[in-house]
């Protein structure tokens, strides 16, 4: 079946007998030429995080989290820590790379505790001389003075920063799709185009969200997270 026959079957309405099939042929994986990246799908949902998959990061600071007690509440991070803050990351297991996407569905709280959250190699988006150093990030930067921006970086390249249209601080819920292509990396929010960028990282990855004081705790809500090699 091809991609198009697989999306109009989707919008038919027509149900798969698995998760997979409905984003993969099974003709392609029997017969050799399997063209499916490794998929991660996150809700957030029970009782608490799953540490089996994601690692407390502390980075200047250990973030706090929780599991919300109301529907679609999903996780809610606070971070104290100035300077590079503190993450929920994949404890340095890079399992994905370019070509590479993520969707998100979060919201940040406080205009002056930023959210970074997408890809990024080290776990804390950084500049070149930051955590870890020669970083490479692909990640929607929420709070602060831009309200929301698109952050590249490659193999320690310098902080690129592209504005988006949401350019006032709010407290809404957004869905957030990162995509890393072979050389430019696009930010699309609630389904629109918002930034553009001709730089994509060239190194492995992994999905984080990372949270920073910048004069005041920055405080995350998170209920999806979706990261799949393309």
Not at 99 to 118: F, Q
Not at 135 to 150: H, K, P
Not at 155 to 172: E, V
Request: with cysteine; proline share 2%; hydrophobic share 30%.
């Amino acid at each position: 079946m091809s991609v198009n026959s697989q999306v109009a079957r989707n919008q038919s309405g027509q149900t798969f007998n698995s998760v997979f099939e409905s984003t993969n042929s099974l003709a392609t994986l029997f017969s050799g030429r399997y063209q499916g990246g490794q998929r991660m799908v996150e809700w957030f949902t029970g009782h608490s995080l799953n540490t089996d998959r994601w690692t407390l990061q502390n980075n200047t600071a250990l973030p706090t989290v929780s599991m919300q007690n109301g529907i679609d509440g999903g996780l809610f991070m606070t971070n104290t820590g100035t300077g590079y803050g503190g993450s929920l990351s994949f404890n340095n297991k890079r399992q994905y790379g370019n070509p590479c996407s993520c969707i998100i569905v979060l919201k940040n709280t406080t205009t002056d505790g930023i959210t970074y959250a997408g890809f990024d190699r080290n776990g804390a988006p950084s500049t070149a001389g930051g955590l870890g150093g020669s970083n490479s990030t692909a990640v929607i930067e929420m709070g602060g003075a831009v309200n929301m921006s698109l952050v590249v970086t490659n193999a320690g390249s310098g902080w690129d920063r592209t504005a988006t249209s949401i350019a006032t601080a709010n407290t809404d819920w957004h869905c957030v799709k990162i995509d890393v292509k072979t050389s430019s990396t696009n930010l699309s929010i609630e389904g629109v185009l918002e930034a553009t960028r001709a730089l994509a990282p060239s190194t492995t990855m992994q999905p984080c969200i990372q949270g920073r004081n910048a004069g005041s705790n920055a405080t995350t809500y998170v209920r999806y997270f979706e990261a799949w090699n393309t």
